[in-house]
């Protein structure tokens, strides 16, 4: 019997035609959300290395990171501060030696300059020690503690943060550095785990490895950074033949509480899966794009925020609402999509 037009069809049907869609949005130019209009910042700050072999490995990650973020990920140059131990050993590069006085400088400089919708991204490399009940960030000269690590930190009154711990003990700065709205990646799940981590290398290696974008819309979000990071660290480990000493976690609902699988199921990535260290504007409508653009633009991020609200609000929902919602987010999505392109 032929359907009838106004039947409902089947559910297969419809989730492939959801599919389609989805698909159809992963195309470039307008895959994800943008953040046109918003300022990047970052800090990248590595301390006492206590070994000429570590402090190379620390000075080639940071390096490394910097090429990424003021190459492809067009930070400004001027928004990129680099804090070492040693500012001899790369002294084009290198802003300040990393002392607890010289990161409260940056943080007071950008503080004075930066937008309240900003981004501002940190990455800490080097070694931290964990006592028990405080970690602390080994620094030249006085450690701050994780609480004064948060407080320097956020005194810049940026909306976005993410803040990347590579140090050992790094699990220990979590619930001090966890906050609603801020991303914090930590090398290792707790104060104990003690050995020197590898997870700085990969997740700077993250960001310049197009396998890390999964689902591959073309840039790298902060989630899948952690994810390939992680699953580097691990593959690491077992190649070694060594036993896993260090296990990394991401923290993004403000609980102060790491997971090492960041999904829906626990309530942990929602942020991480949408903020991206890129702008994601393509060159012609990067500030340059029409007021009918930044409006679409502005509306597409709003539209993703909503279905990955929906994502997670899943289990509390009868499963039909939740695809009833999801086409309707998809199809606005598209909508917005051929728009932009119409307009290019
Ligand atoms: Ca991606
Ligand atoms: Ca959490």
Sequence with gaps: MPLCPSAPLPLAFRLWGVAVLALFLMMPPFSLASDSGQGRWA???????????????FLKWIRDLHASLAGPMQFDRGHVFVLFDDPSKDPGLISYKSTREN??????????????????????????????????LNLPGPDPTAEELASILYSIPAARFVVANM??????????????????VSATKSGMEKNQTQMGRFFVEAFKNGNADS????????????????????????????????????????????????????????LARTTYLDTGVPAWARGKGTPEEEALLAEMQTVERQIEALKYARSEMPEAEYEKKLEGLLVRLATINAKLRKNK
Excluded: M, W
């Design 167 to 184: 140090t050992t003990c790094s699990g220990a700065s979590v619930p001090a550095l966890s906050q609603k709205g801020k991303i914090v």
């Design 103 to 136: 990161l409260e400088k940056v943080c007071r400089e950008i503080a004075s300059r930066v937008g309240k919708d900003d981004l501002v991204f940190v990455f800490i490399a080097g070694h931290g020690n964990f006592d028990a009940k405080t970690y602390k």
């Design 43 to 57: 800090i990248l700050i590595s301390g006492i290395s206590g070994d000429p072999e570590l402090q190379e490995e």
């Design 215 to 270: 689902d591959k819309n073309g840039r790298v979000s902060v989630l899948e950074a952690f994810n390939y990071a992680a699953h580097k660290v691990e593959e690491y480990y077992s190649t070694q033949g060594l036993l896993k000493t260090e296990h990394p976690v991401l923290d993004d609902d403000g609980d102060g509480k790491g997971q090492s699988d960041p999904g829906p199921e626990n309530g942990e990535g929602f």
